[in-house]
């Protein structure tokens, strides 16, 4: 038996179809503002930043709007394993912000938005898995296991990232902030584990068509990319007991996971070929192609922030040309996006 993937609305920002997992565009666009940011371009970064905001403001109103007048269709998605872990997405974007924020000094925000995504952290990590996979009565669901399952673990490692950001920052908070980074870093890690077993038992499991290679499964290197920049933020945090403990452990793991991070590329690579040049599948836009975007944007920053936090200058070299990659996507999808939703207003 198997699953096709779950329809999307191209190009509308309408409360009773918006795709849970929308808030990638805050991500995709945040990512290459805080890679813009590392590598000097201070005004491209604020603009990109304030684009982010903008993209994280309007989701966040059409989903309190969803919420509040379209409560059937967000249950739907909360019990549909195949776009429920969009959900994540809110928490990934809340902290991309904040770790932006965290780099021009607004710790305070930072702070509020750390806040926030920590409390729907630990709501929607026992509510999802419950709603969309351990509840439901379907069996089997090894089959309904895709790339987005991997923004769970980039939900977690969003956290560590913030948290190892401002922990230098606030003495009185050291120890808490911490233990907050160490955590979730864990956490992010063993998540990995499992989701990357689901998601290749699901591959062999199960007839595997063009179709079911979009775009999210590149979260799947997005996942170990941002477990690398939070591994490198971990390493240049000041003494703590936790610290202190895991610091050589955590850096030593960091370099691994980029180096998995950076042989997925030519895999997910070779499966977009495939998918769109000897398979025929259009190449257009759609809100999932924002969760391409974040994983290229995140590699480059975790080559800069590893490169520099270990002394690896090639590691540095390969994260700073590959923002060039990330950004010309952006520009790409943006497009895309802006072409769309010009198209559907103009038909209606």
Known sequence: ?????????????TPATLTPGY??????????????QLKGFTLLATLLFWVAVAFYVTLVV???WR??????????????????????????????LGAALVGVGQTFVAGVLLTISVLVWLVLGYVIPWTAVLGSDRR?????????WFIWVVASQSIAVVAAGLEPLYDSLRHELAILAVFAWSVGVVLYAACAVFVALRVMLYPLRPEHLDPPYWVAMGAVAITVVAGARIV????????????????GMSVVFWAFATWLIPVLIAAGVWRH????IPLVYQPTLWSMVFPLGMYAVAGIYLGRADRLPVVEFVGTHWFWVALLAWVLVAAGMIRSIWRSAARR
């Not at 007048?69 to 990934?92: N, Q, V, W």
């Not at 089997?140 to 987005?148: E, F, I, S, W, Y």
């Not at 240049?236 to 850096?251: C, G, H, Q, S, Y």
């Not at 040049?277 to 025929?280: A, E, G, N, T």
């Open 140 to 148: 089997p669901m090894l089959d309904t296991a895709n790339g987005t």
């Open 1 to 13: 038996m198997t699953t096709t993937p779950a329809p999307t609305v191209v190009g509308r920002f």
């Open 236 to 251: 240049e945090m000041k003494d703590a007991p936790m610290i202190d403990v895991t610091r050589d452990l955590v850096a």
């Open 62 to 64: 059409l989903t309190a």
């Open 67 to 96: 919420f509040v007048s379209y409560r059937r269709h967000l249950s739907e998605d909360f019990h549909d394993p195949a776009r429920a872990f969009g959900f994540f997405t809110f928490i990934a974007a809340t902290n991309v």
């Open 277 to 280: 040049f000897l398979r025929r």
């Open 23 to 36: 808030f990638a565009g805050v991500m995709g666009t945040g990512i290459v503002s805080i890679g813009a």
